[in-house]
DNA sequence: ATGAAAGCGCTAACAG
DNA sequence: CTGTTAGCGCTTTCAT
């Protein structure tokens, strides 16, 4: 390996010259500098990243950590997060934990080892003391899971306010027996996502039916599943707040098997707009959100942090709106 | 910071032991042990992996190359594969490259400075060579591209072969005007399903028609797009190969839209067995992958790689199969 | 504008 | 079983 005092010693100037070169500070006249890399691509010398993040005490690394990038939310949330750390500079390593609280540890603790520079929690299983515990003095930011916001930043939806339209978008409609689907009802994200469920029916003075809350429904296929079971005999549901526009299709597919007619014998609400709540039959009425205006503030938010800017913890809400389309 | 030092000081022995006790080195009494132990504990001590890294220049760390983490069929090759590293010790930083070949050569650049001890590749615009050329002497292996695999490793479909299969089906069921859709055709896999969209054709004495090649067809909208051109005045094609289940879908959805019966008036295939490919109506007819196997096996072998085994590049194919649902 | 020198935190021979 | 020693490759004062 051919390192930075080889092309010092090669080309007859001192290591610190050629580290002003690699990292072009200006103080080094335009002949040396010409020099040095003529004999830097000569010998094919390339930096050693390693060394220099160990020198500096600087990973340039943003770690993610999300339940499963096998989900429409996820890998879109991802993408944008990750190309936006890009642009700064930063790489990523994304962690899936799987809703598995030793995987989500042993993360906090690589970033107390100083392999990331930062972390974005996504989701996670654990409160927000424990993951303030865990993580005490490192940079961290929580993307779109509605924590207080007492220990680390917060940017996230109005998950609460906008599931509690929708809600009362279906009561008012008529709809008594209705249904909420999560994914994992321990987030509090999906915790908010429950409160708004509820608070639409306080307003109207009308209980929730708690038989009708269902958790760990999350895929198109835990959609049909749920589908066959609600749908099969006869009718236990006017409406469904489907937490995911994969699960509402799945749960239309389902009712299309069983002769239901979507939204005249059950409405059906998913959230995210992604794109497949246009492909099926109905269109799905959806929750739109805001990922590409909150991972762009998030991450110059992160970025910042990295370079020392000291505050307290901010929390940043963005308005996610109810789209009615044809399903409710 | 308190490092190895201050606790090989605080616990009164030396650095090397301190160094055994981290890294559960046998050599080292239980009591030595127990003792250095408790003063790390009691001095809050973290390991720096930085330094770590630096010193057994080491990063533990595997890239992965996309063009786009928001896409069903990556964002499943990538989970998989990210979650494989992990069980063998390896994080996975992610790289889109939004088929940017500037993006993807700043990645081997990267590789070549130590940053990632191997690259996996899912999808990239350079050749065979070019990516060669950039990346010697480090390990590099392609998941899914179909590569000759005389400069690196291949695992991969046999996309010719089962491309041909379905376009095989389609022509044996009288179908003529049969369009094409790909991704990116600069890439080896889009290329290597044209072959066998060709192949099928030649067999039977036809020629494909070049006018319903279409690219840059990838997603929903996409589907949708392309169905409303070529579904809105007079039906131009009777069966279409569509690249992805997802373009699928879209395509379908255009289809009801424009009162065109499938597969009455046109026959469609998607790629995938995605789950989407059941809730449309009709489901689609696609073709399977072997994702979870080929992450398996290709995350096994690169880490073998890593620690030292030489083989010479080796090419792995699996087998995927044509699902005839209805939509065909 | 350039060089000398110190050191980041850790591992790994080697010696005992 | 434990300690000594010698760096890994680079950046960064501090001189000059």
Redesign the pocket.
């Known amino acids: 390996?051919v390192?930075?005092?080889?092309?010092?010693r090669l080309s007859?100037?001192?290591?610190?010259?050629?580290?002003?070169v690699?990292?072009n500070?200006?103080?080094?006249?335009t002949?040396?500098?010409s020099k040095v890399i003529k004999v830097m691509q000569e010998y094919n010398?390339?930096?050693?990243?390693?060394?220099?993040q160990?020198?500096?005490?600087k990973s340039k690394c943003i770690a993610i950590l999300i339940p499963d990038l096998n989900h429409p939310y996820f890998s879109q949330l991802v993408k944008y997060i990750s190309a936006d750390c890009y642009k700064s500079g930063y790489k990523t390593v994304v962690h899936q934990t799987f809703l598995n609280k030793e995987i989500e540890r042993e993360v906090y603790t690589q970033l107390r080892e100083y392999e990331y520079d930062a972390l974005i929690l996504t989701s996670s299983t654990l409160s927000e003391e424990e993951i303030a515990e865990n993580t005490r003095n490192k940079i961290i930011v929580a993307c779109n899971e509605d924590y207080r916001g007492d220990y680390f930043d917060v940017f996230c939806l109005n998950e609460e306010e906008v599931t509690m339209k929708a809600t009362s978008h279906l009561i008012s409609k008529g709809i008594t027996k209705l249904g909420f689907c999560s994914d994992n009802i321990s987030s509090p994200l999906q915790k908010a996502r429950l409160k708004g469920f509820i608070l639409a029916h306080a307003k109207k003075g009308l209980k929730h039916n708690k038989s009708l809350l269902f958790n760990e429904i999350s895929s198109i296929e835990d959609g049909i599943m749920l589908g066959n079971s609600l749908f099969k005999d006869n009718l236990k549901i006017e409406g469904i707040i489907a937490g995911s526009d994969f699960v509402a299709a799945g749960l239309i597919r389902s009712a299309v098997s069983n002769n239901i007619q979507i939204p005249q014998h059950c409405s059906i609400v998913g959230f995210d707009n992604h794109p497949i709540s246009l492909v099926t039959n109905p269109q799905i009425s959806t929750i739109s959100n805001h990922i590409p205006d909150m991972s762009n503030d998030l991450v110059n938010h992160i970025v910042n942090k990295i370079n020392g800017v000291k505050q307290p913890p901010i929390k940043k809400v963005y308005k996610g709106e109810f789209i009615n389309r044809n399903s409710s």
Chains 1, 2 share one sequence.
């Open positions: 390996m390192t930075i005092y080889d092309i010092a007859g100037v001192s290591k610190s010259t050629v580290s002003r690699i990292s500070h200006p103080y080094v006249s002949e040396t500098k010398y390339v930096p050693n990243s390693l060394a220099k160990f020198r500096q005490k």
